[in-house]
């Protein structure tokens, strides 16, 4: 087996010829976010989850997704810095705009929605609650299956494939937060994303200089 050196966040390794820069890491129990990679399923880097800094033959350091980005020799990686938080982010901003969205389609006309947010000693909570139509116990412990449709006339005129509680729950996930929901019929919906404390000290520490 050929073998090649890299650095990453400092530190060196031998690392397999030919592979990428997510495998590298996993073979250095070096934790790095992903969302769409499936191995030999969905290789493509499309939602920018798992975006790391690479440094090759002394280059300034630039962002490349990490699930199919082949390792090089002499290559340096940073798997946390301030500019890959900040993209990382835009994930999250995703997940509230879809949490909100939803909430707007289970409403009728002249529904209300409440967007809140609570900080205790546990962590932080985010909240988007709305009085539409709510849902059953059976359609609630489905709703983040992929391809789970509670309406399945509303999804298909608006074009929904029902993977959008799905994704976010695996956005939440990769982002070490929580995602839940409380439902009854006709009392609306409560969507719920929580971060505990030490999930914030570790994001924390990945933007301290």
Same mark, same amino acid.
Request: one cysteine or more.
């Given at each position: ?10 530190? +060196? ?13 996993? @073979? ?38 990490a699930c ?14 301030? $500019? ?21 389609? +289970?409403? =009728? +006309?002249?529904? $209300? ?17 709305? =009085?539409?139509?709510?849902? %059953? ?11 789970? !449709?509670?309406? !399945?006339?509303?999804? !298909?005129?608006?074009?929904? %494939?029902?993977?959008?509680? @799905?994704?976010? $729950?695996?956005?939440?996930? +990769?982002?070490? @937060? ?9 009392e609306g %919906? ?13 994001? =924390?520490?990945?933007? %301290?200089?």
């Amino acid at each position: 087996m050929d073998m090649i050196n890299v650095k990453i966040n400092g530190v +060196a390794y031998s690392v397999e010829k030919g592979c990428t820069v997510l495998e590298a890491a996993k @073979a250095a129990h070096i934790d790095i976010p992903t969302l769409c990679y499936l191995k030999d399923i969905n290789e493509i880097g499309a939602c920018r989850l798992c975006l790391v800094e690479v440094s090759e033959g002394g280059k300034p350091f630039r962002m490349v997704t990490a699930c199919v980005y082949p390792c090089t020799d002499g290559m340096e990686i940073k798997t946390t810095s301030p $500019k890959i938080t900040a993209s990382r982010k835009m994930n999250l901003e995703l997940l509230l705009s879809n949490l909100t969205e939803n909430a707007c389609k +289970a409403c =009728n +006309a002249g529904g $209300k929605i409440e967007l809140g947010g609570l900080h205790t000693e546990a962590g932080k909570t985010f909240y988007v609650k709305d =009085n539409g139509n709510g849902m %059953t116990s059976e359609q609630l412990s489905q709703i983040t299956v992929p391809f789970y !449709r509670t309406d !399945r006339s509303r999804n !298909r005129k608006d074009g929904g %494939t029902g993977l959008g509680l @799905a994704l976010c $729950k695996r956005i939440a996930e +990769a982002h070490g @937060a929580t995602l839940s929901f409380t439902s009854a019929p006709g009392e609306g %919906t409560t969507a719920t994303l929580f971060f505990s404390t030490e999930t914030q000290k570790f994001y =924390n520490s990945m933007t %301290t200089p």
